[in-house]
């Protein structure tokens, strides 16, 4: 049995940081990880790009940037800080040691700077004054989280993405700025961390060479490409590390958890500085993403990778089981809306899609809430042996922590989610919505139908007497409101509303009258209210339209 304790370290390592910080019988190996090794430290044909005891090349070269070949020796003094010099010298040697590892050659220079996370919060995460969102973002943003059972109606989305944001970035690049920003855990002296560095100036130089501007509107469409995205950048990012402790002399500043404590209500009823929802949602493409480049990397090389920029995967599955890709592609799905007049679903303007869509990844997040917002201790559906990876000898993997491919979740093949509002919604944050989610087979449609099932008990949901597959968790919990699920073949359709008769207002023909079901094991048959008010929840929240390209989570407008 994997203890709290070993729970709460791992959750802590994956935290901090910003490659791997942010996936027996029992306990599998991570497929194609059986050494955590993936290149030798002498990785590359270093013969062919020179040393610190050559003179500066008469052009630029792999290998050099700015002055200073990969494996110079610098005379900087990092722990009062650097200095402007310094700085500049630590950036291009670092710039060098990518190009060598990569063997991409940058085409400019990125300016960088190092913040204490503080300044951070300050000037781009919670404290900073970002534009006001429209009031059907808002709504959105709000019910595709609840749905996805991360933040509740009496919290808002856009708040939750900022404190988690806040808490767990370790650095970012901004195309449009082509600026860098380190975010330091020395919060009196901001210290650079070379392998922080690393990454970002990578994301620089993908943005340089691959274009980094496309365009994923939903949840699941970014994660997708971010898997070819984080995934090169984190296994850059190992290959640089392996030779910091084997050659090269690193600047490292050291890592504390810089007061992420994370969840720790039971019921989801208190979001401190990161929801595990939203973070394990976009933690997905630093898990899985560096063994999906490796796999391709073994087969054809670094051309092989980067030819993957020209193919985005179209799926997290893709990335969670890379023998799918490029081949099997989502179902498609269609849509009737059957809702009643006083509910529609909001249209967020500009060609956005009114739908949300979450794949694999971000299902599989949702189950692996509990356990990580409990510590170890909560594990409805699945617990800490099905969540990790682990390598031959017993260890979570650092090249692929998290396990996206549960059992219960396996076999996705698409989903669509479509929020509903009424007139009222902007004031009350009484909502609801209609997931649709597509399946390889009708058991695997079952498998997932059931866990949903038992999560929405572990938030306090209990089966509506006189109505079949429809289910009421009480008001004064965080996800309060009633869900229908329907199953038909290999699709399960789920309907949220704020009551039991708000279901079939929201969907027609939810909430299907049946014989009565056994009441709860307390005896008590709980009946769900049937007003259509409730309480209120007025935001002022605004949207956060940064552009992070790295660090634990990548944050981008998401109209999705």
Known sequence: MVSRHLVAALIAALVV?????????????????????????????DSALGDASQSDPSSDRLGWENGYWYNETLDVTPEDGLNDSELEAVVARSMARVEQIRRLEFETTVSVDVVSRDTYRDQWGTNASTPNTSTANRLHQNVKWEAMLSIGEDADAVAGYQSTQSATVGGFYS????????????????????????????????????????????????????????????????????????????????????????????????????????????????????????????????????????????????????????????????????SAAAWHVPDLGNGSPEYARFGQ????????????????????????????????????????????????????????????????????????????TAWDSQVDAAEFAQGYTDLLAYYGAQPVDGHRDTYWIPEDKAFGDAFYLDQTGDQLVIVNAPNVTALSAVRAGAARSAEATTPPSNGTAAQPPTTTSGPGFVATGAVFSLCVIAGLAVWRDRDG
């Open 17 to 45: 940081g910003t490659a791997v910080a942010p996936t027996a019988a029992s306990v599998a190996a991570t497929p194609g990880i059986d050494s955590e090794a993936i290149d030798s430290p002498a990785g590359g044909n």
């Open 175 to 338: 195309p449009a700025n082509e600026q860098i920003v380190v975010v330091s855990a020395n919060e009196s002296v901001p210290k650079m961390d070379e392998i922080t560095l690393s990454q970002e100036l990578f994301h620089a130089l993908q943005d340089q060479r691959f274009d980094l501007s496309f365009d994923r509107p939903t949840q699941e469409g970014h994660n997708a490409a971010d898997g070819i995205v984080e995934g090169d950048a984190n296994l850059v990012d190992r290959l640089y590390q392996q030779r910091c402790v084997a050659e090269w002399d690193c600047l490292q500043s050291g890592t504390g958890t810089d007061g992420a404590d994370g969840e720790t209500d039971r019921e989801g009823d208190s979001e401190p500085a990161i929801n595990y929802g939203v973070y394990l949602t976009q933690y997905q493409p630093y898990s899985d993403g560096p063994a999906f480049v490796t796999e391709i990397r073994a087969t054809g090389g670094w051309d092989a990778v980067n030819d993957v920029y020209e193919q985005l995967p179209v799926s997290t599955e893709q990335t969670i089981h890379p023998e799918t890709y490029p081949d099997e592609r989502p179902h498609n799905l269609t849509f009737t809306d059957t």
């Open 361 to 436: 990844a971000g299902l599989s997040a949702m189950f692996m809430r509990p356990v990580f917002a409990s510590g170890g201790t909560a594990t409805p559906v699945v617990g800490p042996l099905a969540i990790y990876n682990f390598t031959a000898r017993g260890d979570v993997s650092s090249v692929d922590p998290l396990n996206y491919g549960l059992d219960v979740t396996n076999g996705w093949d698409n989903d669509r989610l479509y929020p509903y509002v009424s007139n009222d919604s902007a004031t009350t944050n009484e909502t609801g919505y209609v997931w649709k």
